[in-house]
C-alpha cells in the first residue's frame, strides 16, 4: 500500500501545514504502508492554459515536473492533501498543481483511491481549506476518510500538539479504509452523479476528445 502526501506551504521546515502532513504520514507508516511526502512549492509546474490537449491526446504540452508527480499521483493508494489558508483559499502552488487535472476529472482516474486533507490557518477558515481539499479528492473520483484543520491563534504550539496526534490517527484511518476497501454512501451518491456527468460530457465531446473516449470505452463506462 502507498500512500503519497503532498504539502502545499511554501514556509518548508518552518511549516505548520508540513508538520500536519508528516505526522499523517508517521501514522500511515506506522500501521504499514509505505509513504512519501512530496514538498509541490519545490517543483516547477506551470498554469494550465485550458487548450484541452490531455483530453484529445491524454498527455500534457507543458514540459516540467507535473508529469512526474502526476504518475505519483496515480500509482498511489491513498493521497494526503495539505495546504495552509491563504486569503480564504489554498495556495498558489497547489491550485496550480490542482489545476492540471483536468483529464483526470473527466476520467474520474481516482475511483478506487482514497486520501485526506490537513490544513492550518492563522486566525479562521482552516476548515473549509480541508473540505474544499477533500472536494477537490471526491470530484476525481476517490473516497476521503477526513482531515484536520487547526487554527493556530496566538500560541501555535498549544495548537499544534493536539493536532499532530489526531493527525496520525487520520494516517492510521486511511490505511484502514484502503485495506478494507471502505464505502461511504454520501460519496457513492457523488461518485454516481459524477459518472453520470462526465460520461455526457465525454460522449458530448467524442469527436474531438479521442483519449478520454478511449478510455471510457476501455474502462466499460460506455458501449
Known amino acids: 500500500m502507498k500512500i503519497l502526501a503532498i504539502n502545499g506551504s511554501p514556509r518548508g521546515p518552518r511549516s505548520q501545514t508540513l ?6 504520514l508517521d501514522g500511515a507508516e506506522s500501521a504499514g504502508a509505505d509513504v512519501e511526502l512530496v514538498d509541490v512549492c519545490k517543483l516547477q509546474i506551470e498554469y494550465c492554459n485550458g487548450c484541452l490537449v490531455c483530453c484529445e491526446r491524454g498527455e500534457c504540452v507543458k514540459e516540467d515536473d507535473f508529469i512526474e508527480l502526476y504518475q505519483k499521483m496515480l500509482e498511489s493508494d491513498g493521497i494526503v492533501l495539505g495546504s495552509p489558508n491563504y486569503i480564504d483559499s489554498v495556495t498558489a ?11 483526470a476529472i473527466h476520467c474520474q482516474m481516482f475511483i478506487g483511491k482514497y486520501g485526506c486533507a ?8 482552516a476548515d473549509e481549506i480541508v473540505t474544499y481539499l477533500n472536494g477537490v479528492l471526491q470530484t476525481l473520483g476517490a473516497n476521503t476518510v477526513g482531515g484536520v484543520a487547526v487554527v493556530l491563534g496566538g500560541d501555535p504550539e498549544a495548537a499544534m500538539a493536539p493536532a499532530e496526534e489526531e493527525a496520525r490517527k487520520l494516517g492510521a484511518k486511511l490505511v484502514h479504509a484502503i485495506a478494507n476497501k471502505e464505502t461511504y454512501p ?12 462526465m460520461r455526457a460530457l465525454i460522449m458530448a465531446n467524442k469527436d474531438r476528445w479521442h483519449h478520454e473516449y478511449n478510455y471510457w470505452k476501455a474502462a466499460g463506462r460506455i458501449p
Do not use: C, P, W
Open 118 to 125: 490537513v490544513a492550518t490557518a492563522g486566525g479562521s477558515k
Open 186 to 197: 454520501e460519496q457513492e451518491r457523488l461518485h454516481a452523479e459524477m459518472i453520470e456527468r
Open 19 to 24: 508538520r500536519l502532513v508528516r505526522a499523517v
Open 93 to 103: 502552488q497547489i491550485k496550480t498543481l490542482l489545476d492540471r487535472m483536468a483529464d
